[in-house]
């Protein structure tokens, strides 16, 4: 089906995010049945973006992006403004899972990651297997936590901004050797800047390549990173 991108204002207001122009591309939403011990049966829906030239039959590059705040559909909607109009500018499969009410996935939900993993490589042909993986604030914190727990299922991690869901977890960044660390915070975003930091210094402890670049006049909502700027991104994964 065809839609616009149009960002919903009302649940994104406390982080003042500005209205967007609209781009148009053809997506759907799925529900994506999954059970596990900690959360039972849930249903999971994934919004998914596909490329212009799209072919079920043949690999893919993929971007996995996880929403912010409380990661509904609203806010993979929001999320998609800034990753969905340079991925399709690449040909990319954007995927943006939203999680179940009360299951947020860098907390209660994170055990369904595995099982979202696996259903979406069942379902789609992601390059190689690996996704690129993306989010913001606490969708960035979601995927540390995706990739710290299945590594091999990544080729990079970008996040702006977002660090491991626990501080401890920096103790186990070896785990992502192989996989690119790109990460983005605002000047102003004290305490993600200290957490991420933290982070910064423990992947080079491990010997794990990564970057941190701080955007200067940004706040939490890194608004700079929005439409053609969003190559900063893209050209690090």
């Known amino acids: 089906m065809r839609r616009a991108l149009v960002p919903l204002l009302a649940a ?34 994934v919004w998914v973006v596909y490329p212009d030239d799209y072919d079920p039959a043949k690999p893919v590059t993929t971007l996995l992006a996880f929403p912010p705040g409380d990661q509904t559909l609203e806010m993979v909607d929001v999320n998609f403004n ?12 954007t995927i943006g899972p939203a999680a179940p009410t009360g299951f947020g996935f860098a907390r209660q939900g994170r055990p369904l990651l595995g099982p979202l993993i696996d259903e979406l490589l069942k379902r789609f042909p992601v390059a190689d297997g690996k996704f690129h993986l993306a989010g913001q604030s606490n969708g960035g ?37 192989g996989i690119g660390v790109h990460m983005f915070v605002g000047e102003q975003d004290l ?36 439409g053609a700027n969003a190559r900063m991104m893209f050209d690090a994964m």
């Open 12 to 45: 994104w207001a406390a982080l003042s995010l500005l209205a967007a122009p609209a781009e148009a591309f053809t997506d759907e939403v799925i529900m994506i049945p999954l059970e596990t011990a900690a959360t039972g049966p849930v249903m999971v829906p």
């Open 141 to 177: 914190n979601t995927a540390f936590a995706a990739a710290l727990d299945f590594p091999d299922g990544f080729r990079s991690i970008t996040v702006i901004p977002g660090s491991p869901p626990d501080a401890a977890e920096n103790a186990n960044v070896d785990r992502l050797k």
């Open 191 to 226: 305490p993600y800047l200290e957490r991420m930091n933290v982070t910064r210094e423990a992947l080079r402890a491990a010997g794990i390549p990564s970057d941190l670049t701080i955007i200067p006049g940004s706040g939490h909502v890194i608004n700079f990173l929005r």
């Open 82 to 93: 800034w990753f969905v109009p340079q991925a399709l500018d690449r040909g990319w499969l």
